[in-house]
Each structure stands twice: as structure tokens, then as C-alpha cells.
């Protein structure tokens, strides 16, 4: 063993300082876990399977993990196919000024903060989702119970819709970027064929990078699941059983925004603060599930690619 | 058949497109033409008035927000900014690798999530909603992505640059700060910045941290006022005054924020490396 020299005083000590990351998450999770126990050792399994949320009955997660589940689906099956398209348009189709400038604009929906996102949703939104959908629908349809509710637009579909808008520029961004890395010999044997541009889309480029897209879509459920300020907004903020997502007209409540709106209030020490931190650690669970699914998939079909082109 | 499938596909593309912009387009419109018509200086300077009367303005909220950014840049760029350096320079191997993925996990986490653990630590320990609370909570937001941004910057360095170092007799940690390091400062100092502008648009966090206050600064362990935190209260309110005051408060980030991201992007011309996924 060499002496500490000082080249190694900075290896480890920078050491340190990367392995904070795993530090941040291995103590949030038994932070989590601590804090959500009163309430996880009272109710077992009914903690995930029950409705009730009070003092007196109890507290069931289950609304607001179906509320997060159907708003992030709404989001998924509303944003993938139009990111999908931009991705298609921008990493295959569109001349260069256009592909330069509607990256950049991509890049900005982006770096819009949520909460003005909301501000956007509650006051201009969620108008357009009350009288251009929800009242036509309501109209004819209402009678289904999918379509039943309030008229203020205040629902599932808006937060639907509003959680599509913001996981378009990730989903996006990253299908573009492994398009673009798939290699143009790819291509070029399509063309060689007498391929349109189309079909050396769906031939080479869309088989060749699935994955890829695949990962791109989970990384923009994993935005969705915890996206807050601007669910907050629209979402209308019902709970216990009424927050159940049995229609898309009607207020709820998901994981996120019941934070949001009780745990500043809870008091310290009792069983609702526990149920809220439990909501947490689900919450936590979830998302870091997904995110590492969606790594995994990404970073993996990044790296090879990248690798094959060089 | 082939060529109209051929012009369907580019049609469809290009109307993905537009779509995506419409909401854009119509939230800077929004913004711009109902905040312009609220902010003045009094707004810009006054306390909040009485819940209620249409006075007040979002003071102490630009000024929370001017030291909840300065403190966690304090906190979160060294802490980044060295987890970077060992990741390029020292992270090829199992142990960097680990780090490298789960920074990327924790770049994605909900920031709500890290709201609550935050509130669990230290305000429910301290029994206090405080500036600490939230500036650890958006520097825990801030590490992954400075980290990552770091990291990919010094990884453009030649290596022919540290050897020409090396070469000179001059240490690997010299050569990591002095050589390295200042060789690839413009790409660093642009993931500071984005960084920075992501962290001071983050709300949720907030909510459980500083809570949000009507005065001014008073001290590190109190209640503190924030723009996001601002604008999610005025928008809780049923008047149209706190609806005007909402839009002029998002008026004041959206600026502050796209400033930042379009002076970037102006300024680094297109050699931006992606700053959300490692390609």
C-alpha cells in the first residue's frame, strides 16, 4: 500500500462526494419507511386497498394511487403518439431551419415551470376542457357514468391533459436523440431498396431504435407519476371515496397533490401525517421503479448505439 | 399509394408540431398579456396586502427566492460539481458506474418526493418550517443534474490535454482543477445555470419547507416566501385581484427562468450537450 499521497486524498474525498447520491436515496427511503409505519402497522393491506381517509375510519391510499395511475395514463396515450411524431418529423423529415428552431422550442416547453403550467391549466385550460369537451360529451353522453360530474372543468381530464403537454418535450427529445443515433448504413439499405422516406422510417429507423422509444415513453410516465403543481391546480383536490377515478369528469385526487394540499397541515404525530408519508413511500417506490426501468432501457440503447457509430 | 402515405407521414409529423406549440404559445401569451398589465414597481417591492384587498405585491417572494437560489447554489454546486470530477475523471469502474445510474435515477425523481423527506428531517425535527429546510431540499434537486452536466462536460476534454499535463510533472489533482476543469469551464458553468433556472421555478417542495410567508426575510430558521410558492397561494384565492397578481408573479419567473435557458442556448450556439439525456 502507497503512502496517502495527495492524489489520493482527492480521489476519495471527490469518492465522497459522489456517493452522497446514494446516500440522498438509501436515507429517504428509511425516512420514508420510518415515518409511514404507524399508519403501515395499523391498517396492513388495507392502507393500499382502502377508501376512507379520516381520523375516525381510517386511511386507504387506493384513490389517490388510481388518480395518479389514470392521470399519467391519460397523459401517456394522449402525449406518446404526438411526441412520436415530432420525433419522427424533426430526426427524419423536416429541413435543417425548421429542425433547429422547433428543437429549441421543444427544449423551452421544458424548461417551463410547473406551477406556471397550472396557473395556465386552472385559468385558460381547464375553460376550454369545460365548454369545448366536457359540456358536448356531457350532452350527448351523459348518462354513461365514465361521463358523469361537476362543470367546472375542474377533473381527471384536464390533469390528463395538462401532464400530456408536459411529458412531450422529454418524451420528445430523447425518441429524436435515438433515432438520430441509429446508423445511416440502416438507412441507407432501405433507400438502396427503393424505399420512401417513410418507409425507411418504419423499416430501419422506428424497428431499429424501439427500445430506445420504449424507454423515452416509461422516462415520460416517470414525469407524469410525479409531476404536482400543476395537477394541484386542475385536479379539484376531492378525497376518500369520491376521489375514486370512476369518471373523467369528476374532481380527484392523485399520490402528489394529496401531499401537496395536507402535509404542511398535518399534525405532528398523528396517524393522518403517517398515512400521508405512507403515500410517500409508495409514491417513492413507484417512481424509482420506473425511473430505473426507464435508465436501463435508454442509457443502454444510447451507449450501444453510439458505440457502433464511432 | 406509396408516395401519398410518403406526404400523410410528413403532414402528420408536422401537425405533431404544431400541436405541441399551440399550448406554448398560447401560456407565453397568457402570461405576457395579463402580467404585463399587473406589474409596476410597488408590485415588484410591496409586501402582500390583506387577503382580500386588491393591494400588495410579491416582495418578499422575489427576495426568497433570490436567497433560496444563492444558498442552494452554496450547498448544491460544490457537492455537484465534485461528483462530476470523480465520475469523469476516476468513475470508470463498478463503483462509478452504480453512482452514474443512480444519479441519473435520483435526476428523475419527483421532486415532491424529496419535499417530504426534507419535511420529515428537518422541519418535523426541528418543528419549524425553514430557509434550510428549503434550500437543502432544492440542492438535493440541483446535485443530480449538475453532476451529470459536469461529468459530461469534462468527459469532451482530450485526454491528450491531461497527459500534456502530466507530462509536466504536475499532480492528477492539479491537473483535474487547473488543467481540466478550466479547459471545460464553459460547459460547466452552462449546467450551473440550467440547473439554477430549473431549481428556482420548483414549487411542490417548497410547500413543505418554507411554507410561504407575507413579510420579508427574517431569518434562516423561519417561514420564507418564494415566486412559485407565491403564485400556487394567489392562485388558491377566489379574487380576481389575487388571479392578476398570480399572472404578474408568473410573468416575474417565466422571465427570470427563459432568460436563463435562451441566453444558454444563444450563447453555446448549438454545442449544448443534452442536458436531460446522456447521449
Known sequence: ?310 | MRRFKDRLALWLGALCVVLAMVPLISILYEVVKNGAATINVDFLAAAPGVVGHASGGIGPAIQGTLILVGLTIVIGVPLGVLSGIYLSEFGDNPVGRVIRFLNDVLAEFPSVVIGVVVFTLIVLTFRSFSVIAGALALSIIMLPIITRSTEESLKLVPNSIRDASMALGIRRWRTTLSVVLTTAKSGVITGILLAVARVAGESAPLVFTILGSQYFFSGLNSPMDAIPLRIYRLALLPYPYAQAQGWGAALVLILMVLVVNIGVRLATKGRLYSTRSRA
Not at chain 1, 452522497?20 to 399508519?39: E, Q
Not at chain 1, 395514463?73 to 435543417?96: N, Q, T, Y
Not at chain 1, 385550460?125 to 357514468?145: E, H, K, M, T, W
Request: glycine residues 10%; without cysteine.
Open chain 1, 1 to 310: 500500500m502507497k503512502h496517502p499521497s495527495s492524489d489520493g486524498v482527492f480521489r476519495y474525498g471527490s469518492l465522497v462526494f459522489a456517493l452522497s447520491v446514494i446516500g440522498i436515496i438509501g436515507l429517504s427511503m428509511l425516512v420514508l419507511v420510518r415515518g409511514a409505519l404507524p399508519a403501515l402497522t395499523k391498517f396492513g393491506f388495507s392502507f393500499l386497498s382502502g377508501t376512507n381517509w379520516d381520523a375516525a375510519a381510517g386511511f386507504g391510499a387506493l384513490p389517490y394511487i388510481l388518480g395518479t395511475l389514470v392521470t399519467a395514463s391519460i397523459a401517456i396515450i394522449i402525449g406518446v403518439p404526438i411526441s412520436l411524431g415530432i420525433a419522427i418529423f424533426l430526426a427524419e423529415m423536416a429541413p435543417d431551419a425548421i429542425r433547429v428552431v422547433v428543437s429549441n422550442i421543444v427544449e423551452l416547453l421544458a424548461a417551463v415551470p410547473s406551477i406556471i403550467y397550472g396557473l395556465w391549466g386552472l385559468y385558460v385550460l381547464r375553460i376550454f376542457v369545460a365548454d369545448y369537451i366536457q359540456n358536448p360529451i356531457q350532452g350527448s353522453f351523459g348518462f354513461l357514468p365514465i361521463f358523469s360530474g361537476t362543470s367546472f372543468g375542474l377533473n381527471f381530464l384536464t390533469a390528463g391533459l395538462i401532464l400530456a403537454i408536459m411529458i412531450i418535450p422529454t418524451i420528445a427529445s430523447i425518441s429524436r436523440e435515438v433515432m438520430v443515433s441509429v446508423p445511416n448504413s440502416q438507412r441507407e439499405a432501405a433507400y438502396s431498396v427503393g424505399a420512401t422516406r417513410w418507409e425507411v422510417v418504419r423499416m430501419s429507423v422506428l424497428s431499429y431504435s424501439r427500445s430506445g422509444i420504449f424507454g423515452a415513453a416509461v422516462l415520460g410516465l416517470g414525469r407524469a407519476i410525479g409531476e404536482t403543481m400543476a395537477v394541484t391546480l386542475v385536479i379539484g383536490g376531492a378525497t376518500g371515496a369520491s376521489a375514486l377515478p370512476t369518471s373523467l369528469f369528476k374532481p380527484g385526487q392523485t399520490m402528489s397533490t394529496i401531499l401537496v394540499n395536507q402535509l404542511s397541515e398535518a399534525d405532528s404525530g398523528s396517524l393522518q401525517l403517517a398515512a400521508l408519508l405512507g403515500v410517500g413511500l409508495v409514491l417513492f417506490a413507484i417512481a424509482f421503479a420506473i425511473n430505473v426501468v426507464a435508465q436501463l432501457l435508454v442509457s443502454r440503447v444510447l451507449k450501444v448505439q453510439v458505440g457502433a457509430v464511432e
